[in-house]
Structure formats: structure tokens, C-alpha cells
């Protein structure tokens, strides 16, 4: 997670609810997203039950869903091929919270 000057810009400008649910081997690394998204008061979830949680997803208003390959990198933004798709669509955005929370639940 080094993409954090927008991050920070959304969090600052927006009032917005903003969870995190990330892998196990967040749990293993010494300083991890998990760390930095917790010490920024983040709600943070770890999916314990798989071993990676390579889904990237954003969920905004319960109707536009961000999802791709995309991994709100500095690498991601500058050298990676990478794809990002932004869909408008409230019964997609209902099922992404749906799956979203059945794996905060592993936690």
C-alpha cells in the first residue's frame, strides 16, 4: 500500500467509512499494510481462512464497484500493466459487500 497520497486525500476531504480486509500474511511481516491502515484508525480484518486474498476491490455508496488488477501501488501507478474497471451498478455493488462481508467473518 504505498498509493497513500490519495488515500489520505479521500480520507481527509471525505466523509467516508473505510474498512480493510487483507490476507494472513499480514500477520506474519513485521510492518505490514495491516499495521499502517490500524495506526491510521482503519478498521482492519484479516481473512484467516484463505491463504491469499488477492481480490481488489473498492465498494462506493453501495452502487459503484472498483475491481481489476490494479494494486494501489506506487509500482501499480508507474510501471505495472495494470487494469482497473469502475462499474455503476447497485445489484454488483450488493453482491462484492455481500462476498466482502462472508470473508470478514474468517477473522
Not at 481473512?47 to 475491481?67: C, S
Amino acid at each position: 500500500m504505498t498509493a497513500c497520497p490519495l488515500f489520505f486525500v479521500i480520507l481527509v476531504t471525505v466523509p467516508v467509512k473505510v474498512e480493510a480486509l487483507l490476507d494472513k500474511s499480514q500477520k506474519s511481516e513485521r510492518y505490514t499494510s495491516a499495521t499502517f491502515l490500524k495506526n491510521a484508525g482503519i478498521p482492519t480484518y484479516i481473512d484467516d481462512k484463505h491463504a491469499i486474498a488477492h481480490n481488489k476491490i473498492m465498494v462506493i455508496d453501495q452502487e459503484t464497484v472498483i475491481t481489476g488488477s490494479f494494486n494501489f501501488t506506487k509500482a501499480a501507478e508507474e510501471k505495472n500493466a495494470e487494469n482497473l474497471l469502475i462499474l455503476k451498478n447497485k445489484d454488483l455493488a450488493r453482491f462484492y459487500v455481500g462476498n466482502w462481508e462472508k470473508h470478514k467473518r474468517y477473522n
